[in-house]
């Protein structure tokens, strides 16, 4: 499965439109939508009660009225947090509530999972992809929607268990990714590069039929430019609205 978007350079709202708006909120996405973005990136996490939650940090202090970490808090306490300002109250979503907007659009979406494996952690990490996974498949979402994650525990056994059924993304070098057990050239379908200035990264992954994607760093359109001309296929960005724009003026 690829996620090419008609043979240009896609763009996917980091978080949503985090520029903008409070990262990881409904209203975030909601007018990353409206920016024409192609896909949306969130970051899910479980509650202490498994529920699923979006948020990206494993504590809530930086981006909420409260403290202390998601696994730590129920859902319904979590719901009692602020991600927004005194004016702007926002709640911190569920994925639930998200899937079921999101399958209204025509978005893709970028899941990043962020229950990371460790022998404590493991049973969590895994109840974390599979339900995931089950509410893509009751919104019928799969050829929409990517998995990624920092620990390649989490790409690996979503490959072991269901093949190629789902699309994979990592990250290039292979370093950046923690619990490297399988060659990752074996499963993904793209992969983020660090350095991203650096064409034989493109072109490794190029040659092994893995998209090469780049990250929310980029904002110059000078480097834009070498990111495209070096075989980049999508973008991740807090401000999709102004890359969109900059992506235009290459037209």
Not at 10 to 16: D, I, L, S
């Amino acid at each position: 499965m690829k996620l090419t978007f008609n043979d240009r350079m896609a763009v996917a709202a980091h978080r949503g439109d985090s520029y903008n708006y409070y990262e990881n909120t409904m209203t975030a996405f909601k007018m990353a939508e409206k920016t024409g973005c192609d896909m949306i990136e969130i970051d899910v996490h479980l509650s202490l009660d498994e529920e699923l939650i979006i948020i990206h940090d494993h504590r809530v202090d930086r981006t909420t009225n409260g403290c202390g970490e998601v696994a730590s808090l129920t859902l319904k306490e979590l719901k009692s947090l602020n991600a927004g300002d005194t004016a702007n109250h926002e709640e911190i979503p569920t994925f639930d509530e998200f899937i079921k907007w999101v399958s209204e659009t025509s978005l893709t979406v970028n899941i990043e999972i962020k229950e990371y494996w460790s022998e404590k952690n493991e049973a969590r990490c895994i109840l974390c992809i599979e339900k995931v996974l089950e509410l893509v498949e009751r919104y019928n979402l799969r050829d929409r929607v990517v998995i990624n994650s920092f620990d390649a525990f989490v790409l690996e056994y979503v490959y072991k268990k269901y093949g190629k059924k789902y699309a994979l993304h990592g990250f290039y070098p292979y370093k950046e990714m923690m619990n490297v057990s399988l060659n990752p050239d074996e499963y993904l379908d793209c992969a983020c590069i660090f350095d991203n200035e650096n064409k034989a990264f493109y072109d490794y992954l190029i040659e092994r039929n893995i998209e090469p994607w780049v990250g929310a760093s980029i904002t110059q359109k000078s480097k834009l430019d070498i990111c495209l001309k070096y075989g980049a296929k999508l973008i991740t960005t807090n401000n999709p609205s102004d890359i969109i724009g900059k992506l235009r003026e290459n037209k």
